[in-house]
């Protein structure tokens, strides 16, 4: 059986956008997404310190088959950033495989602003260094930020960039 993961993804207009709909850049995938703004954080912990492109994730976490995935992605962006999310409808963005198909992730859009500055991440335990003896705990996200979606498809770990080009679908 998969492990199952549910995330919530805010998005906004960006400075100088339009709001809920992304404009066109010439050559870029799921229409550019000039105008909007989603937000991500930076992946926490020894591994991604030092890693920025391909390092960022949306605020997601495991839940067990029989919770509500909407209910399990609000109760992690809230253990993730350490603040509820904003209030506001979401819309399903659909269930992505990971790597390996071991793990699904399904994500939810939200259209609302949030303060990535003021963020309280929860924490982790790891062995580390590996094999020494010492558990040391990390956040789970080091920082949050927006970026707009040209940006975010660079940001993000590769295997949900997909929830970006469903995203901008649905604005358009």
Do not use: C, N
Request: hydrophobic content about 40%.
């Amino acid at each position: 059986m998969p492990v199952l993961s549910a995330g919530l993804l805010l998005f906004r207009a960006a400075p100088g956008g339009s709001g809920t709909g992304p404009h066109p850049s010439p050559g870029s995938p799921a229409g550019g997404g000039v105008g909007v703004e989603v937000l991500l954080g930076h992946m926490g912990g020894p591994y991604w310190v030092r890693k920025d492109d391909g390092a960022w994730s949306i605020p997601k976490g495991e839940h067990d088959p029989d919770e509500d995935p909407r209910a399990a992605a609000e109760r992690e962006f809230t253990e993730e950033l350490g603040s509820a999310p904003p209030a506001g409808e979401s819309r399903e963005l659909g269930t992505v495989p990971q790597r390996g198909g071991r793990k699904q992730i399904t994500v939810f859009a939200r259209e609302a602003d949030f303060d990535a500055d003021a963020i309280t991440p929860g924490t982790f335990d790891l062995e580390w260094p590996p094999r020494s003896g010492k558990v040391r705990s990390f956040p789970e996200i080091d920082r949050a930020a927006w970026f707009g979606l040209d940006v975010a498809r660079v940001k993000l770990v590769a295997a949900q960039v997909e929830f970006l080009d469903r995203l901008a679908a649905s604005l358009s």
